[in-house]
C-alpha cells in the first residue's frame, strides 16, 4: 500500500555529513510519524529519530542528539535526515519507516524502506 524509499547514503570520512532523504508513495499515506532505524552488521536494529507528521517535533536518540536533525515536509510525502560530524559508530545501514502512532520501537512501524548504506571511515 504504502513504499518507502531512502537515497543519499555513501562513504564520508568521520567528522562529515551526510543527508539522507526519504519519498513515500502509496495509494494513501497519513502517517503519524517518520522515522528513522539504523542496523549495524551482527547487532539490532536501532531507533535513531522520528517526527511528527502534522506538527513536525521531532525526537532523537541520546546517540545522535545534537548531531542529526530531522525533518520532512508532508506537502511532498518526504523525509531528511541531516547528519552531521558523523562517527564511526555511525556506519550501518539507514531505514526509513512510517507509523500510526508516536513510538521508537521498530515493531510498531508499519512501513518500511530498502535502506541506504552509511559508511563513516576513521
Known amino acids: 500500500q504504502v513504499q518507502l524509499v531512502e537515497s543519499g547514503g555513501g562513504l564520508v570520512q568521520a567528522g562529515g555529513s551526510l543527508r539522507l532523504s526519504c519519498a513515500a508513495s502509496?495509494?494513501?499515506?497519513?502517517?503519524?510519524?517518520m522515522g528513522w532505524f539504523r542496523q549495524a552488521p551482527g547487532k539490532e536494529r536501532e531507533f535513531v529519530s522520528f517526527i511528527t507528521w502534522i506538527v513536525g517535533t521531532p525526537t532523537y536518540a541520546d546517540s545522535v542528539k545534537g548531531r542529526f536533525t530531522i525533518s520532512r515536509d508532508a506537502a511532498k510525502n518526504t523525509v531528511h535526515l541531516q547528519m552531521n560530524n558523523l562517527k564511526s559508530e555511525d556506519t550501518a545501514v539507514y531505514y526509513c519507516?512510517?507509523?500510526?502512532?508516536?513510538?521508537?520501537?521498530?515493531?510498531?512501524?508499519?512501513?518500511w524502506g530498502q535502506g541506504t548504506q552509511v559508511t563513516v571511515s576513521s
Open positions: 519507516a512510517a507509523a500510526t502512532r508516536a513510538t521508537m520501537v521498530p515493531g510498531g512501524y508499519d512501513y
Open positions: 502509496g495509494r494513501t499515506f497519513r502517517p503519524a510519524v
